[in-house]
């Protein structure tokens, strides 16, 4: 019997299934009737934050151009941590939304860290 890497991955015979990133979201998909991601990274806490702050947020799919949708909505974008800047404040770490004005618009896009 050869072995094949991805049988000990297999995840068929299960009626729940899980993965993680892109790659093993289409590879779970192929024979799914549902799909729900869960988000427990960064990503969500930001939003509670913001939210709890009072800003409004908005997130963006990893291949949209965020820069160019902030700009034409008038939102702050959220960068990764090492590009923060006076111009651009706020990344997805909780630090940096602690103090966030309310009514602040952020657009939380395809950040990198």
């Known amino acids: 019997m050869a072995f094949r890497k991805e049988a000990c991955f297999g995840q068929a015979d299960y009626r729940i299934r899980f993965e993680r990133g892109e790659r093993g979201l289409l590879a779970v998909a192929r024979d799914a009737s549902v799909i729900i991601i869960v988000d427990v990274l960064s990503f969500s806490t930001a939003v509670d934050i913001a939210v709890a702050r009072g800003a409004s947020v908005k997130a963006v799919a990893p291949q949209t151009d965020a820069e160019a949708e902030a700009e034409q909505a008038g939102a702050f974008r959220a960068v990764s941590r090492n590009q923060r ?19 602040t618009f952020r657009l939380l896009g395809k950040t990198v860290f």
């Open 85 to 103: 800047s006076h111009a651009m404040p706020y990344s997805l770490s909780p630090d940096t939304l602690s103090a966030i004005p309310a009514a």
